[in-house]
């Protein structure tokens, strides 16, 4: 699923897969599931997995992109390419929002390339561009 969650805009030119073993990536999903803010919602059709939504506070020596802060879980989300543009990734963010939101945690963010086209889904979903560099934009949502 990380894998699936990177942005590739040339199909004929592909990350390769040992990208997971980079510290700041494998971090989104090391150990997941074992630390009190993991939490991860799946899109199901005929019993398979079209894509998914994770969050987790990225704390340690190795922040991830973009890290707020130790309070803070960070977004994950892909959806395999025949799936989208359907609603099913504004309905997962949505729900993982409002998951978020019940559970107390006061804001969330995510990070994602200035070309990616989810940069709409995200600031209508409520993101807001707080820091920027040349190729990336760190976003956050005020859950309050």
């Known amino acids: 699923m990380l894998y699936e969650a990177i942005y590739q805009p040339d199909e004929n030119n592909l990350i390769p897969r040992s990208v997971l073993k980079i510290p700041e ?36 020596d190795i922040k991830g992109y973009g890290n707020i802060d130790e309070s803070t879980p960070k977004f994950a989300i892909f959806l395999f390419k025949e799936y989208r543009n359907r609603g099913i990734g504004s309905q997962l963010m949505s729900t993982m929002i409002k998951y978020l939101r019940d559970s107390g945690y006061k804001q969330t963010s995510l990070n994602v390339k200035k070309e990616n086209y989810a940069v709409k889904l995200y600031k209508n979903m409520g993101f807001e561009v707080i820091r920027e560099d040349d190729e990336d934009y760190l976003m956050l949502l005020k859950l309050n």
Do not use: Q
């Open 25 to 60: 990536v494998e971090a989104y999903i090391k150990d997941f599931g074992y630390r009190k803010d993991d939490y991860c919602l799946v899109a199901e059709l005929d019993n398979m997995i079209i894509g998914a939504v994770w969050v987790r506070i990225i704390s340690g």
